[in-house]
């Protein structure tokens, strides 16, 4: 199978997962459908891994050394944690109210700990495999560099469909944040850790 099949498939599942925003209400369940979709998209990308279609660096899973590692994840997060500073604290009122769906989030749930920690890991690691590493691997030789931001930073908005203008626009400039690392070090880890710490803060927010 074509590489740019594959990345078509992996981001399917994201689009249709949006739809349970919409439809489930249960905490629980919501949690256990996204687990699962993400899941299935990591299996789905190890087994043409395992096969030959993929390679490690198609997916961007090597480590960078332990320098890039440190300042690249450093210079990301800060950029990444004054953006939130700024769109969670100064532009927040003036985004346009409503949305189509919702996370149904309940932080007295008991899953919540385990949702906010093991399952925020998850997110970042399954959105980065594909919106970063297959994305921008299969891309960056067929687009220009602006190209590339954009078409990688829509795709992973786009993914947030049924949430709010807020969070389709945050979406859309996190996904800008995260390109240069991933590009610079050939390596999704950088940009990984500080998805987890955006949402982290998020969640917790």
């Given at each position: 199978?074509?590489?740019?099949?594959?990345?078509?498939?992996?981001?399917?599942?994201?689009?249709?997962?949006?739809?349970?925003?919409?439809?489930?209400?249960?905490?629980?369940?919501?949690?256990?459908?996204?687990?699962?979709?993400?899941?299935?998209?990591?299996?789905?990308?190890?087994?043409?891994?395992?096969?030959?279609?993929?390679?490690?660096?198609?997916?961007?899973?090597?480590?960078?050394?332990?320098?890039?590692?440190?300042?690249?994840?450093?210079?990301?997060?800060?950029?990444?944690?004054?953006?939130?500073?700024?769109?969670?604290?100064?532009?927040?009122?003036?985004?346009?109210?409503?949305?189509?769906?919702?996370?149904?989030?309940?932080?007295?749930?008991?899953?919540?700990?385990?949702?906010?920690?093991?399952?925020?890991?998850?997110?970042?690691?399954?959105?980065?495999?594909?919106?970063?590493?297959?994305?921008?691997?299969?891309?960056?030789?067929?687009?220009?560099?602006?190209?590339?931001?954009?078409?990688?930073?829509?795709?992973?908005?786009?993914?947030?469909?049924?949430?709010?203008?807020?969070?389709?626009?945050?979406?859309?400039?996190?996904?800008?944040?995260?390109?240069?690392?991933?590009?610079?070090?050939?390596?999704i880890w950088p940009a990984t850790i500080v998805h987890f710490l955006v949402n982290f803060v998020l969640y917790n927010m």
């Amino acid at each position: 199978m074509r590489k740019s099949t594959i990345l078509i498939l992996a981001y399917l599942p994201y689009y249709l997962n949006d739809f349970s925003n919409i439809f489930v209400s249960s905490y629980p369940l919501w949690a256990a459908l996204d687990y699962a979709v993400r899941l299935a998209i990591i299996a789905f990308l190890f087994y043409f891994l395992w096969r030959g279609n993929l390679t490690k660096d198609d997916l961007m899973l090597r480590l960078p050394s332990t320098t890039n590692l440190i300042l690249w994840t450093t210079a990301t997060a800060a950029i990444s944690m004054a953006f939130l500073c700024l769109t969670e604290f100064t532009l927040a009122p003036y985004y346009p109210k409503g949305s189509i769906g919702s996370a149904p989030i309940d932080v007295t749930s008991p899953i919540f700990l385990f949702d906010s920690t093991v399952g925020l890991i998850l997110v970042g690691f399954s959105e980065e495999i594909v919106c970063r590493g297959l994305t921008l691997s299969t891309l960056k030789n067929k687009l220009s560099t602006p190209a590339l931001y954009i078409v990688s930073a829509g795709l992973f908005s786009l993914m947030h469909w049924s949430l709010s203008t807020h969070t389709l626009f945050d979406a859309f400039i996190y996904g800008l944040i995260f390109v240069p690392a991933t590009l610079a070090t050939n390596s999704i880890w950088p940009a990984t850790i500080v998805h987890f710490l955006v949402n982290f803060v998020l969640y917790n927010m």
